[in-house]
């Protein structure tokens, strides 16, 4: 009821009538009152049976849409490499393939195996790059590591959901990476993302990713430099809502 009003709104009340793109958590199930809950994405790799895990998400998948919303914030692709770090539950393991195949599934249930019907939704690969084995087991902590053992671990499962799996969007990690922060950093999100891989989706921000690069990596003076500098690098989409980009039509 309530998204259906909103879009109702949006489309009868303003200039282009464009229809609202709505978001969720889908971890591991529709996160939402009343939304159905599955095991815990660890749990899901931990079955090694990529024909359930894609029947979860196909699930998954029709609730989201009968509620409403069209974009999953899911799957989480990172490698969990370092046990103290507190979000390891979120990921498909420490292994590489196993995270690509589980992913994969993931993303196959979620978006279908075709073009965008009405049970199916918009899948994110996140989080892009190196954010499951942060220095000192600290979650957003850097990922520093050489661009071989990023390339070798923790790309793989991102380089098979583009692909193979023909992901909508993406999500830029918080941590940095050699000192870049991942929502500045062009080559990640540039060079091997969109030119080598060939990725023609969505680059969406993480919460609040944008501002952070302010307020957590302070390599920015203000809003509008932050704002400036993930666009730049390839983010497209500021979410949970738009805080720094609406300055950039002023910029412009």
């Not at 490499?81 to 990921?91: A, I, N, Y």
């Not at 923790?154 to 922060?181: C, W």
């Amino acid at each position: 009821e309530y998204t259906n009003t909103v879009q109702k709104w949006f489309k009868e009340n303003t200039r282009l009538g464009i229809p609202v793109l709505f978001h969720d958590e889908c971890l591991h199930g529709h996160v939402a009152p009343k939304g159905t809950s599955y095991p815990q994405a660890i749990g899901l790799a931990s079955t090694w049976d990529t024909d359930l895990v894609q029947g979860v998400f196909t699930a998954t998948a029709a609730e989201v849409r009968a509620r409403g919303a069209h974009h999953c914030l899911a799957p989480v692709l990172d490698l969990a490499r370092d046990p103290r770090w507190g979000r390891t539950e979120e990921t498909y393991g420490e292994d590489p393939y196993l995270t690509s195949h589980i992913g994969l599934a993931a993303i196959l249930g979620l978006q279908g195996t075709g073009p965008m019907d009405s049970t199916h939704v918009l899948a994110t690969a996140k989080h892009f790059a190196v954010h499951g084995q942060p220095e000192g087991g600290v979650n957003v902590s850097p990922g520093n590591y050489s661009e071989r053992v990023i390339r070798e671990y923790f790309l793989k499962p991102f380089e098979v959901a583009v692909k193979q799996g023909h992901v909508r969007t993406v999500m830029a990690s918080y941590n940095e990476i050699d000192g870049i922060p991942s929502h500045s950093n062009k080559h990640l999100l540039d060079d091997i993302l969109r030119h080598e891989w060939g990725y023609n989706g969505t680059i969406v921000s993480d919460y609040f990713g944008i501002t952070d690069l302010l307020n957590l990596h302070h390599v920015t003076a203000t809003k509008d430099d932050a704002a400036r500098m993930a666009l730049n690098a390839g983010v497209e989409i500021e979410l949970p809502f738009e805080d720094a980009y609406p300055s950039l039509i002023d910029q412009v």
